[in-house]
């Protein structure tokens, strides 16, 4: 069992880059202004009521400091505003693969994913927005092996790096 590729768990607060980069891609500032308060959501068939660390909320805030603060609060509003299912579709361009689905918690990161597709996902943050992939077939895939040669020292796979582009490089830094 390999715990980097086959162990899924919640990546909690630290899905909420895949939330903010959504909102920039819809061309929502960092400089946006949300309510740092307790939130209770309708979710039609029940209310979710998502909470801060130790009960601790800003009033009003921006969503750069709503980052640094790991506020549950705002990123539930972000989540719900910018649209789960854009959540994960941003989280899947940028590396992540495993099955997400469009609860609005998934902002808060409760949905699960392994180790080498967060590595992969925030490479992309990194590389100014490219994703990194293979250049096999199967292309949204990360990269293991470089080349194969045979015994005469003749390349018989290739697999050069395959840069796409997912964020413009300001959204990356961002």
Do not use: C
């Amino acid at each position: 069992f390999n715990l980097a590729v086959q162990a899924e768990r919640q990546p909690s607060s630290s899905f909420k880059p895949f939330v903010l980069a959504t909102a920039l891609r819809q061309g929502i500032s960092p400089a946006t202004h949300f309510d740092s308060v307790p939130q209770q959501i309708d979710l039609g068939d029940r209310i979710w009521a998502p909470k801060n660390y130790d009960d601790v909320y800003f009033g009003s805030i921006d969503l750069e400091t709503a980052t640094v603060e790991s506020d549950n609060s705002v990123y539930a509003q972000l989540t719900q505003l910018v649209g789960a299912a854009k959540v994960a579709e941003t989280a899947q361009k940028l590396g992540v693969q495993s099955r997400l689905r469009s609860f609005y918690s998934i902002g808060l990161g409760t949905e699960s994913v392994n180790p080498l597709e967060m590595a992969r996902a925030y490479a992309t943050f990194a590389n100014g927005g490219r994703r990194i992939d293979t250049s096999l077939r199967n292309a949204n895939q990360p990269r293991a092996i470089l080349e194969v040669k045979d015994e005469n020292d003749r390349t018989i796979l290739d697999n050069r790096p395959k840069g796409r582009r997912v964020l413009t490089p300001g959204q990356a830094a961002t």
